[in-house]
Nanobody, 126 residues
Framework: QVQLVESGGGSVQAGGSLRLSCAVS????????LGWFRQAPGKEREGVAC???????TYYADSVTGRFSISRDNRESMHLQMDSLKPEDTATYYC????????????????????WGQGTQVTVSS
């Protein structure tokens, strides 16, 4: 099992920045990719960004491309730099880990991620 804990959420005005962090512990040797998801009230959970361990490749949802950046220090630490924040970015943000084969069309499918953090709230005011 892998345990994940998010930090860094908060409230910011539109145009501002936040940096989320995710601490990963447990059986991290089995982890092949990490991702960030978000869920706003009344909406489905959506993938925001993911990073593959073997290649370091990163992928982003269209809604955040050019504004968000995912990175990792090692298997135990991951970050999401969020710039030019918009009110529509308001949501609870979750980090997640997976160990299976991450097919291109499933990179942002929650079912591909077996371990999840508890989430951190991000609120962007206009």
């Amino acid at each position: 099992q892998v345990q994940l804990v998010e930090s860094g959420g908060g409230s910011v005005q539109a145009g501002g920045s936040l940096r989320l962090s995710c601490a990963v512990s447990g059986r991290t040797a089995m982890t092949k990719y990490l991702g960030w998801f978000r869920q706003a009230p009344g909406k489905e959970r959506e993938g925001v960004a993911c990073i593959l361990f073997n290649t370091g490749d990163t992928y982003y949802a269209d809604s955040v491309t050019g504004r968000f950046s995912i990175s990792r220090d090692n298997r135990e630490s991951m970050h999401l730099q969020m710039d030019s924040l918009k009110p529509e970015d308001t949501a609870t943000y979750y980090c997640a880990a997976g160990s299976g084969v991450l097919w291109p069309g499933l990179r942002f499918s929650p079912e591909m991620y077996s371990s999840w953090g508890q989430g951190t709230q991000v609120t962007v005011s206009s």
